[in-house]
């Protein structure tokens, strides 16, 4: 079903999900992996400032690709680089460009709103891929509540 995989990778903690996601369907499917860093960079009056410095784009998408290997799924990576707010469209492009089936990636769990106002990539990729997109949400936060008792010991002690 899925021959080749892309995972898209960023440093934000939303996106450390998607890589061991990635590599698990890959495995379950006998697919290879794509590794992904799209860095971003904006262009000044007098120069083009990148956000990130290729050495840390570079390393993420080694790392990724090494994790892949370990796990004994052929991987290659790469980073693009492309101006602020075009990282949606060089994630569907390099899909495209290397015949992707499956993309992964990880999410900031906003809502539909929220992804819209604040610009999620995430939301960007499923509109535009002309492929699967899977989510990586990683573990749900479980929310712990504490039960108070309904007398204190104080308060049955003055009773």
């Not at 000044?44 to 990148?50: C, F, H, K, L, M």
């Not at 993420?60 to 004994?72: C, E, F, H, N, Y």
């Not at 495209?96 to 993309?103: E, G, P």
């Not at 610009?119 to 039960?147: C, F, W, Y």
Request: cysteine-free.
């Amino acid at each position: 079903m899925f021959q080749h995989v892309l995972v898209a990778l960023d440093e934000s903690i939303y996106s450390r999900t998607a890589l061991p996601t990635a590599i698990a369907v890959a495995k379950r499917f006998g697919a290879d992996l794509f590794v992904l860093h799209v860095a971003e960079h904006d262009r000044g009056r007098a120069a083009v400032y990148s956000m990130e410095s290729p050495a840390e784009a570079t390393k993420l998408v080694a790392d990724g690709v090494k994790a892949a290997r370990d796990s004994g799924i052929a991987a290659k990576g790469e980073v693009r680089d492309v101006a602020v707010g075009q990282v949606a469209r060089a994630i569907v492009d390099a899909a495209a460009a290397n015949d992707i089936s499956l993309i992964v990636m990880g999410s900031r769990r906003l809502s539909d709103v929220q992804g819209l106002l604040l610009g999620s990539v995430t939301h960007k990729v499923m509109q535009l891929a002309e492929i699967a997109v899977l989510v990586a949400r990683g573990p749900i936060p479980v929310v712990k509540k504490v039960v108070q008792p309904a007398f204190t010991a104080f308060a049955f002690a003055r009773a």
